[in-house]
């Protein structure tokens, strides 16, 4: 039984004040939810912030990226053993922004992936097509290329405790969210592609689906078979909104 883990990606937002708001917006109506997990994900700097803030709170910490170094001479990096002290469980790699503005490659991200498994922490690793590529038929050809990157290196195994974002990046901040029709045939392929190496990680492992989610989209989205929650952007800046998609997996 998949236990469905809606995320929030806060991305390069919020400061001190703003932050706590939200933590205590989203705190107030955390017994609502009794079925998804809950994470956030703040910029690096304010991972510690937030860890108080969760101090015996059910939400789970996570950060939006990690270095594809250990440690050294790499200015402006964090590692993913840093990011482990801050009490996180989640680190999100291989986002659309970080592979289309600051040039991850599938290899990157493959490394990236190794650094935050290797720490005992669950990445959440995204895949997805442009709109060209999607409009050229390349869908699938782009997403097992990204699967495969890690699973080439390090085999299924690495999977195991790992989460997958399924994002079109047409969809992401644009408003235009895929069609349920059309996230859970990628979502399906996604599984398959792992099935066919492990069925038990395939079967256990958590494939969610990200792009201008809404509480108003979420339900019809989160009832497809093989998507298992949510990661959010612009809406988990707003706790009305971060809930109303939690409670969407009720
Ligand atoms: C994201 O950036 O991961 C995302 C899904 O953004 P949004 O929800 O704003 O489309």
């Known amino acids: 039984m998949r236990q469905p883990l809606v995320a929030g990606n806060w991305k390069l937002n919020g ?46 910490l996570g950060a939006q990226d990690c270095s594809d170094q250990e440690s050294g001479a790499y200015t402006g990096e964090v590692a993913a053993a840093m ?72 085999g ?17 901040g644009t408003g235009q969210v895929a069609t349920p029709a059309q996230a859970q045939e990628v979502h399906e392929e996604i599984r398959l592609t792992l099935d066919a190496q492990n069925k038990d990680i395939a079967a256990n492992i958590r494939i969610l689906y990200g ?5 108003e989209n979420a339900k019809e989205l989160l009832q497809q078979p093989d998507i298992d929650g949510g990661l959010i952007g612009g809406a988990a800046l707003k706790a009305d909104d971060f809930i109303g998609i939690a409670l969407a997996a009720n």
């Open 156 to 172: 299924v195994e690495a999977f195991r405790k790992a989460v997958i974002a399924y994002e079109p990046v047409w969809a992401i």
């Open 83 to 154: 990011i482990k002290e801050f009490g996180c469980k989640y680190i999100i790699i291989g986002h659309s922004e970080r592979r289309h503005i600051y040039g991850d490659t599938n290899d990157t991200v493959a490394t990236k992936f190794a650094h935050v498994v290797k720490n005992g922490l669950t990445p959440i690793l995204c895949v997805g097509e442009t709109l060209e590529e999607r409009e050229e038929g390349h869908t699938e050809v782009v997403i097992s290329k990204q699967i495969n990157a890690v699973l080439d290196l390090f």
């Open 211 to 215: 792009g201008s989610m809404k509480p």
């Open 15 to 60: 400061s001190l004040s703003s932050i706590s708001e939200l933590i205590s917006g989203i705190r107030e109506q955390l017994l609502t939810v009794n079925n998804a997990e809950l994470a956030v994900c703040p910029p690096y700097i304010y991972l510690s912030h937030v860890q108080e803030l969760l101090e015996g709170v059910n939400i789970s």
